[in-house]
């Protein structure tokens, strides 16, 4: 068993609007680019400017898929990332802090809410300490935590003088950059892949980019001349090939044009509209032996809207999606009946985050499962399907978009905002692996016909608007085979038989690996679905290394639900423990409507902020030790 | 072959009340389709819900009948995917201007190149006549406990303001002009919206055939005394013709004043036209030039099973 020769956790914080964001894209781009694997993650407040924002950066030289709740080295420019992170710091660790805030107390941080100051006024009356800054470093000096102070004002000072620019004089918006770049001199990461970073992010701005340099190469130098103490380094490693650095919104992004969703209307939601902006900046798509083809990508007056258009749409045999989160999805439901009842393939790329309501607005949940599952009034055939990772949301956004078309539904493509707002190395996407299959969708009509034909497998052939003689009637009505209304009680048992007939068929033609993937069956079984895949997977394997096994099936299709599919693969399981990011345990209340057996333990999440491997194993450790409760409740992270 | 008025029509038996004003509405629409001469798979007829959105279900287009207010989403997607379609939308003044009114001021914003129909009555009828947004304060029709407590929306007014490029008002019972109004309508370039005064025989016992006729008037006066009159018969002209801000507002302005003219003398025609400003389709093709050659309807997507869109250079630009 190999170990990491490299696990390095970098934090960077600050003020929303201070570059806390582009600060990390240098830091990982550059970690990157000399060979580490990358699991990146913001984390941020429902606020523009001026509240706390941080990102945190974990480096390795093998494959991770998630955080840790250590830091190794700490980044601030304000007195707040202090505050609020200096607790995750690990012993042999380092804080990078601005002197100047020594003597700034909590009472000075205005964004720091009543509720957590409380907390750390007590933390520190506890420990004896002042509520500074200076207070809160002497604990982390204590731990054995490197401090690294730095005048930020100094530094820029000197900057203008020795390059003779006095612009650069208490340039404040440089702090983020001088952040990373004292980091990086720290660690002793190769300044020249910093340098290029920079001119990389800055490409279209070459009088920012060079003042940047400026100050990237006076404060590398600045740290690497000044600390010697820190032991950590990271100098490069050997690159694996084809990797990609991914923002979380590219893998349903770029799967989207890979594989034909030619239509995308959506009303602007956090965290799903990355997507549709994205989408729109490279809305003209180069078509190999054709002429460019490109994506219709409408913003809407409301969700609702949305959902019409992209069903009208898809009416016209253009594969047509929208991308949103729950209360988004809330106003969709209505017209999600009208296309399953008229069959009309659409998918639906469901970001979630924390409910209910507006909720958490800008974190992290796993909180609309059970009602994906149950969208809309009335019974009517429909796909939900979840991705655990931005490589596997690429593949699963073609599958979702072929299972809309063979079986003539709606698929909801569950995604969450833990996955939208990671960055990560990964293995590029293979575009040859997604396959398009369009179904029973028509080129030509001849003769007379039935859009709701009734057909062997309950799957009629779909004719489009504005095919030459394939008119079509639809309804949110009952209807007959040509799609007019209908309320003749034979004609509504077969037509309810065919529809829900699909599901059945769904189950059956969708392969068992698409369904559900299993790593590892083991005594004590986890089950889970979504993005807790990564922090499951890295705790699995930090137990394997300590030769405890643990097995793990992700589940993938969650509606229909192969619940005899699931059932064989957990039958040499004799302790299922239920890994959710939510409050009640969706995935468990499904699991136990469809398969007749109890769930032993649950580890759930639902403060907002995603799950790390660290506290997926402590959770873990405590279920085999039989030291755990029924349900364990997870907490970390500001 | 030339087509003929009969081959827009469908078996579908027509449920509506006897002495309805809609069927004046699908009548001039199907006579509107065989004169420009559209080919039957190349419309299609979207509708809202309530009586006016069993509409599409009588004409022998393509045909949805989608959900109560929503029906100028789906229309909009639907032309936008395929714009070489003909789409006419129609609903009733609930639909589009109660819980659907949204949707209407976001449309006249975006300007599609499509047809909107009202069905106004002032009532909503499948559900047994309850005040609906085109109905006056303090009218009571027939089935009202009491009398309305809401103002009425100016249906033309709310067009205008909403960004609609071509604006005007029918009544059901003059069939043929109706007729020469959708056509105008479908015609025009950019989002047209027409609002059919059509009376509801069963629920609106106010705004009648015979108070359209002017009857209650004939009683006062011997001449001419139908409430309806054509604006192309007066002086009026609707059209923006050139570019200037002054001509712009003052058909704007010249629109909303005549939109408020009720009471004895209602107005019909056309209210406003501007075909300066551009079609929604425009502005996509200002960013995506082949749009309207190639859309997204007509995009090849995939050779033997495998997707044709390459992506390359955006995962060439990701590798590290």
């Known amino acids: 068993m190999s170990v990491n020769s490299v696990d390095f ?53 093998e494959n991770i898929h998630s955080n840790v709740n250590d830091v190794t080295l700490m980044a601030s420019f304000d007195a707040e990332t202090i505050f609020r992170h200096f607790d995750e710091v690990s012993p042999n660790g380092g804080i990078i802090y601005d002197s100047e805030l020594e003597n700034v107390d909590t009472d000075r941080v ?23 800054i200076a207070g809160v470093l002497e604990l982390a000096k204590e731990k054995g935590i490197h401090l690294y ?36 001199g720290l660690i002793k990461m190769p300044p020249d892949s910093l340098l290029n970073s920079i001119d990389a992010i800055f490409s279209k701005k070459p009088q920012i980019a060079k003042i940047n340099k400026q100050a990237a190469n006076y404060s590398y130098n600045y740290a690497s001349a000044k600390f010697a103490n820190f032991e950590h380094s990271l100098t490069g490693t050997k690159k694996q090939s084809d990797t990609i650095l991914v923002q979380g919104h590219y893998g349903t992004s770029i799967g989207k044009m890979v594989c034909g969703c030619r239509f995308q209307s959506y009303y602007p939601i956090t965290p799903a509209s990355d997507e549709s902006v994205y989408l729109e900046s490279n809305e003209i798509l180069q078509v190999q032996n054709d002429r460019p083809g490109s994506t219709a990508v409408i913003q809407t007056e409301d969700e609702i809207s949305a959902m019409g258009m992209m069903i009208g749409a898809a009416l016209t045999g253009t594969r047509s999606s929208t991308s949103t989160s729950g209360p988004g999805f809330a106003l969709m439901t209505e017209a999600l009946g009208w296309a399953g009842i008229n069959e009309v393939p659409v998918v639906i790329t469901l970001y979630q985050r924390s409910g209910p309501s507006t909720g958490l607005p800008t974190r992290h949940g796993q909180d609309d499962l059970l009602f994906a599952v149950n969208a809309g009034h009335g019974d009517f055939p429909k796909i939900v399907y979840a991705s655990g990772d931005i490589e596997e949301s690429f593949y699963d956004t073609g599958k979702c978009f072929n299972y809309a078309d063979l079986y003539q539904v709606p698929v909801i493509h569950m995604m969450d905002k833990f996955l939208s707002s990671s960055v990560v190395t990964c293995k590029k996407f293979d575009t040859s ?61 077969k037509m309810m038989d065919k529809r829900m007939s699909k599901m059945d068929l769904a189950l059956q033609k969708i392969p068992t690996d698409e369904q559900a993937v299993s790593f590892g069956v083991h005594d004590y079984t986890i089950i889970s679905w979504g993005s807790t895949k990564g922090p499951i997977i890295d705790a699995q394997s930090m137990l394997k290394k300590e030769g405890i096994d643990i097995g793990f099936v992700q589940i993938k299709l969650l509606h229909p639900f192969p619940g005899k599919y699931i059932k064989s693969l957990l039958k040499n399981a004799t302790t299922l423990i239920d890994i959710e990011a939510n409050h009640s345990g969706q995935l468990g209340k499904i699991f136990k409507q469809n398969i007749s057996r109890e769930i032993e333990y649950y580890i759930l999440k639902y403060t907002g902020r995603g799950m790390t491997s660290t506290e997926i194993y402590d959770s873990l450790k405590k279920i085999i030790e039989n030291k755990a409760a029924t349900r364990e409740v997870l907490n970390h992270g500001a | ?167 005007a008002r029918g009544y059901s019972y003059d069939v043929r002009h109706l007729k020469d109004l959708i056509i105008k309508a479908v015609k025009h370039k950019g989002l047209s919206f027409l609002d059919v005064l059509q009376p509801c025989p069963t629920y609106n016992d106010i705004n009648t055939r015979d108070w359209y006729a002017g009857v209650d008037l004939a009683k006062e006066s011997i001449e001419r005394h139908s409430r309806i009159y054509k604006l192309e018969e007066t002086h009026y002209d609707p059209v923006v013709h050139y570019a200037e801000e002054s001509e712009v507002n003052e058909k704007l302005s010249q629109a909303l004043i005549k ?62």
């Open chain 1, 433 to 493: 692996k997604i396959s398009i299959d369009r179904g029973k969708l028509l080129d030509k009509v001849e003769g007379e016909y039935k859009r709701f034909a009734f057909t062997d497998d309950g799957i009629s052939p779909r004719s489009k608007l504005g095919l030459d003689n394939g008119i079509f009637w639809n309804t949110g009505d009952e209807s007959d085979q040509y799609g007019h209304i209908s309320e003749d009680s034979e004609n509504r048992i």
């Open chain 1, 110 to 132: 205005r964004t720091l809410d009543s509720q957590f100051k409380e907390r750390l006024h007590k933390f520190l009356k506890s420990k004896n300490k002042p509520f500074t």
């Open chain 1, 9 to 61: 956790s970098w934090l960077i914080g600050g003020p929303q609007g201070s570059g806390v964001e582009s600060g990390a894209n240098i830091f990982s781009q550059v970690c990157a680019t000399i060979g580490y694997q990358i699991f990146g993650k913001r984390e941020f407040y429902s606020n523009i400017k001026g509240e706390h924002s941080y990102f945190a950066v974990r480096v390795s030289d």
């Open chain 1, 149 to 184: 102070p730095v005048s930020f004002k100094d530094l820029l000072e000197n900057l203008s003088q020795d390059v003779d620019n006095p612009k650069l004089r208490g340039l404040v918006r440089m702090y983020n950059v001088i952040a990373v770049s004292l980091s990086l």
């Open chain 2, 259 to 320: 939109s408020l003219e009720w009471g004895n003398k209602i107005p019909t025609g056309v209210f406003y036209q501007n075909e300066i400003i551009s079609p929604y389709e425009t502005r996509i093709t200002d960013k995506i030039p082949n749009y309207l050659e190639n859309p997204p309807t007509k995009q090849k997507i995939s050779e033997n099973g495998l997707p044709t869109t390459d992506v390359s250079e955006i995962l060439d630009s990701l590798q590290v």
């Open chain 2, 1 to 167: 072959m030339a087509l003929k008025l009969a081959d827009y029509k469908t078996d579908v038996h027509n449920d509506w009340c006897p002495g309805c004003g809609d069927f004046g509405i699908v009548n001039a629409l199907q006579m509107a389709l065989a004169e420009m001469g559209i080919k039957r798979d190349k419309a299609t007829i979207f509708s809202g819900i309530g009586c006016s959105g069993k509409t599409s279900h009588f004409i022998n287009t393509y045909g949805v009948h989608t959900l109560h207010g929503r029906v100028l989403t789906f229309a909009q997607g639907g032309k936008l995917a395929n714009p070489e379609m003909t789409v006419v939308a129609v609903g009733g003044d609930g639909d589009g201007l109660g819980i659907g009114a949204g949707h209407f001021v976001a449309a006249g914003r975006r300007n599609v190149d499509m047809t909107y129909i009202i069905f106004d009555n002032g009532v909503y009828g499948l559900t047994k006549g309850q005040a609906s947004p085109t109905l006056k304060l303090g009218e009571k029709t027939k089935s009202l406990p009491s009398p309305n407590t809401n103002y009425n929306v100016n249906p033309i007014g709310l067009a205008v303001a909403s960004g609609f490029t071509f604006v």
